[in-house]
């Protein structure tokens, strides 16, 4: 590699150590201002103020400009580097060169640590070199200028390059490490605040040189394998800035289900993907409200990619210790799993073929009933009369069309408060709420009674079918213990009113005969 290639080399490094080298500009203004200080202070010894004038004001003038008008760049680092040297070269002057290679070396520490470059320690050699050379000449052909402190040129100065050359090569060699480090931390840096303000839609474009880093490749191993994560996220996912309140990153899934993000900046409340606009500040200030700052599986309505709205359990997590402050939000579609569970909690509390609440509905209604603080409810259990000889004489698919005919009138005429169930077979049960006494109870058994007493008319029938029922009415003042005593005295009201004919009503009594409680198969018909 040939110097320019070198030099074309470091040009990679210079724009994340800038902020460094803007940095060190200053600092070696500072510094030439104390050495111009120290320089007037020696000015009197050997009566040198027009060396100071000549050389000391005019450097320091124009390291100040370079530094205000190009600071960071390479040629006022290799100004300031020269600008050192050219002020050691002035104190060595006036102290009559007693001093000239323990001073050289300082310049030198100096300018190595504070530009982190090694072009700036070749220059800054390079002039001090050529110090020594033009001026320590000058100094045996008799000018007032002084460099060395003997009378021996030649072999003075090349003792001192033979003392610096190994120095300044080490200066060299440590200057690319440090600018190394320098250059590695900068790049860390850069990468974890891009990480930060949460841009994670594409990957980092880091040089091969850079990536042989350690600590850069692993922070873009880390970013890469975020991305990676974040695009592989069955669920939709997004990043948001709360300071600009826009989406910064979203994952695959979020493009493929949700409403798009508007491609100008739009604030995340105002994008199509809410179903409501008050949606997005609602959830913030919920989180803002948690210790944790962390909302799980919150239900809200969102829009698909498709326009329709979706139930999603959203979660999100507020990052506001970071700067600036992140939302990461997770949404899934619950919509089909939500319809699926009310689906199975129908099979589970309704009967299949009428659709009416089931035994299993029955009971928590009466549980929900007997635990009331007023207790008033009354039951009318039902049986169908005739509805034996359908499923007999046209088959069962006529007894099921039969029955919910039935379930339908049934529903048609039970009150808002009333709850209508199907036990089993051709018995149903209404729940008369909030009933006052037994005699209002019985009246609106009679109801029920006329209702389905109505011909039935079947497809394929000639003749519409006539379907009854009897009815056994209790109510809660009869003393029922539990749920299946309850059921029990409706039973017994039940099958005294098949025995008394057709179409009748029983009002359960308390103190029956406990023959009674037993109903024989043949009641049934």
Known sequence: MNLRQAFRRERGFDALLSPYRERADRIMVGMNLFLLLVCAALAPVRDTWLAVLLVGVPTMALSWWLM???????????????????????????????????????????VLLYYRDWRTILAATIFIYLHHLVLGFAQTRGVAVYVFDTGAYWRTFAIHVAYFLPFVTMMGYLAVWLRREGHEAAHVIALANEIMRGDLTKRVEVSQGSLQMPLISAVVSMRDRLLDLMRVLPVP??????????VVTVNRSWDEQCAAIPDRPTPFAQCPVWAEPETWPALIARVDGTSDRVLDKVEVVMKRRDGASALC?????????????????????????RQAELEMQRLAYRDALTDLPNRASLYREL???????????????????????????????????????????????ARDTDFAARLGGDEFVIVLRDCRSADEAEVVARRFIKAIGRPVVLEGVAEGLSIGASAGVVHCSAGAADIEQF????????????????????VYQAGSEPHDLMRADAGST
């Open 313 to 337: 359990e959203l979660s999100l997590i507020l990052l506001d210790d970071a700067v600036p402050a992140m939302a990461i939000v997770t949404a899934e579609d619950i919509t089909q799993r």
């Open 68 to 110: 205000r008008s190009a600071g960071g760049t390479l040629l006022t680092r290799i100004f300031m580097a020269c600008a050192f040297m050219a002020f050691t070269g002035l104190i060595i002057h006036q102290t009559g060169g007693d001093i000239e290679a323990h001073f050289t070396a300082f310049g030198l520490i100096g």
């Open 487 to 506: 059921l029990k005295q409706a039973d017994v009201a039940m099958y005294r009113a098949k025995n008394a004919g057709r179409g009748c009503v029983v």
């Open 367 to 413: 549980r929900a009933q007997m635990a009331a603080a007023a207790h008033r409810c009354a039951v009318v259990m039902m049986d169908l009369d005739g509805f034996k000889p359908v499923n007999d004489r046209l088959g069962h698919d006529a007894g099921d069309a039969v029955l919910r005919i039935i379930a339908q009138r049934i529903q048609h005429t």
């Open 237 to 246: 996912a997004a990043v948001v800035r709360m300071d600009t309140q826009q």
